[in-house]
């Protein structure tokens, strides 16, 4: 019983500490990163995202040492090679994007346009330059290339909203509509989280009976040349969609039986 409330209380000042930590960049590091790079805003984003990273990277080092989470990888070495890759991965918590952005330092993502109204996050979507997902489609794939262009590997969730237990995944077009257009390949990643906590139905204080484990397991690297033979794009993004929604069911299940 003990324990239970220390992780409770653990887990509210994680989440207060995260809101902060947004305010704190955003009012006070940020203007002074404008400040750096006035006049070269490809470097004073880079720099935001660096910072943003290593933020991130203390933020799941603090919920480990509290005793929250503990963080486990598989084939780690496949994620340092991938670079300008669009990064893809199943969504079953609510913390998925920040454990991906602490461990890929040259990070992009494509976030929600309710982020950017968000009072303690605006600031940070605005100065890493990362990706509004309602932009105008013709500035939305070309911010994809730009930052493919200077090295970023662009994290995207192809179900577009955390994994809702018990049902099956569906998968939107979006992250196969950015991989066929700016014809760029896709490094995909399975996460688990274990005991499920931080999921669509849970809130965050209902956390579980013990410390739980977010385990991330890299897959090799997915070619999307074959998808690129017909001139019908939307046919393509339809077809590549179907088979990574069956790629991620078959690798979920298998992994899952084996373990």
Known sequence: MINHYWRLFATGTA?????????????????????????????????????????FKMFIGYMQLVGIMKVE???????????????????PSLIDVVVLISIIENADCVVKADLWKNPFLKGVVRNTGYINNESDPDKFMQDCTNSFNEGNN????????????????????????IALRTKTNMTPILLFVTPSTLSKELAWYQVPERRFTFKLVVKPEIDVAKYLSTDVVSNSVRELTRDLLKYYNEELNLYERVN
């Open 154 to 177: 662009l994290i995207v969730f192809p179900e577009g909203t955390r994994t809702t237990p018990g049902k099956a995944m569906q998968f939107k077009r979006g992250a196969a509509n």
């Open 73 to 91: 990888f598989e084939n780690a070495e496949l994620l340092k090679a991938s670079k300008g890759n669009i990064v893809i991965a199943n969504h």
């Open 15 to 55: 989440f207060f500490l995260f809101s902060l930590g947004g305010g704190i960049l955003s009012l006070f590091v940020f203007p002074i990163v404008r400040l750096l790079y006035l006049s070269n805003e490809n470097k004073r984003r880079s720099c935001a995202r660096k910072i943003v990273h290593k933020t």
